[in-house]
């Protein structure tokens, strides 16, 4: 577990994210497989808040419930994605599930 967010955290340090000093923050996670679940528990371990989404709800509430999250479900998807402080996607690439009208100013 504490090897896989390692592995992420260094990951994700490339593109200029850091997982730690979260606390507080509010974090949209997206996927529930192996990535997710060292992210969840990075958030968990630094005192964020997550929320979860994944298109299989059950695997999505097994995260949820090992990790204090909350779920995310599909309908209430672009609500979230406008009131998280971070979004962090673990699905493959490729795969769209945001739409980039959610994330601009009319």
């Given at each position: 577990k504490e090897s896989s967010f390692c592995?992420?955290?260094?990951?994700?340090?490339?593109f200029g994210i850091k997982?730690?000093?979260k606390k507080n923050k509010t974090i949209l996670l997206i996927?529930?497989?192996?990535?997710a679940k060292a992210v969840a528990y990075s958030i968990?371990?630094?005192g964020g808040f997550v929320n979860i989404y994944n298109r299989t709800q059950s695997k999505a509430e097994n995260i949820a419930a090992k990790y204090s999250a909350e779920i995310c479900l599909h309908e209430d998807?672009?609500?979230v994605c406008k009131n998280v402080d971070?979004?962090?996607?673990t699905v493959p690439?490729?795969?769209k599930i945001l739409k980039d009208k959610w994330f601009h100013s009319k």
């Open positions: 592995h992420i955290s260094m990951e994700l340090k490339k997982i730690q000093n996927g529930a497989g192996g990535a968990q371990k630094n998807l672009e609500k971070i979004i962090i996607n690439t490729g795969i």
